[in-house]
């Protein structure tokens, strides 16, 4: 109903209404895989982004992590893996052809700051890059702007997010990150990351309403912006 066509899977989702106890991640069945695809023709959405997801302990269970998102087509793998993991990590995204973004969950966790996500991405190749989660660095009290500016040349994917004073979402434009500023900073980057919609705040039809005010927000804006 909003007419969005790209979609972020992240690990751990419910499957569907009909089968609520199966989850939708790297682990699926050959047959879920199968049902999942059909779904996504049917409907006309393609998957882009996956996360946050870890990869495990060994090269074989990441491998598995990057085999079923080329299978689906996933473009961006989301992660917060740690420092120890980037080689084999840069080694596979350049064999899958699949970016790694890390993402900022807020203060203290590892990587809230921009500058330990270029620590961990430094000697890498340009697949090692940011997941840039805007609504976590207000809330870890950084200025969004000026974080989003670090990421020139690594920005893979974006949690994009307006807040307020009480920092949960609002309707984009509406709130305290300068959302405009941030869609001003990609384009003066020339970066072309995938932005999704990740609204946290409400249910049911206001988080519907809401979601599609953002829609409409961007759509106004990228078309201002690209002129």
Known sequence: S????????????????????????????????????AKLKQVNVKPVCYGVVGFGNDETSA???????KEMGI???VTEAPESQMEMLDRLANEYKINIAIHDHPKPSHYWHPDTVLKAAE????????????????????????????????????????LNEAKHDVPWGTGLCNARGLLEEVKRQGARPTISIEYEHGSGAELI????????????????LAK
């Not at 979609?7 to 419910?14: A, C, D, K, N, T």
């Not at 207000?138 to 994009?160: C, I, Q, T, Y």
């Open 2 to 37: 909003l007419d969005v066509r790209y979609v972020q899977f992240y690990p751990g989702q419910r499957f569907s209404r009909e089968k609520p106890d199966q989850k939708l991640d790297h682990n699926m069945s050959p047959e879920l895989i199968k049902e999942l695809k």
């Open 63 to 69: 491998r598995k992590v990057f085999s079923w998102a």
């Open 75 to 77: 473009i961006n793998i």
């Open 123 to 162: 000697g890498r190749s340009k697949r090692i890059g940011f997941c840039a989660d805007t609504g976590h660095w207000f809330r870890s009290g950084l200025v969004p702007v000026e974080a989003l500016k670090k990421a020139e040349g690594r920005l893979h994917d974006m949690h994009f997010k307006d």
């Open 209 to 224: 309403a809401n979601v599609r005010k953002c829609v409409e927000w961007f759509s106004q804006q990228a078309t201002e």
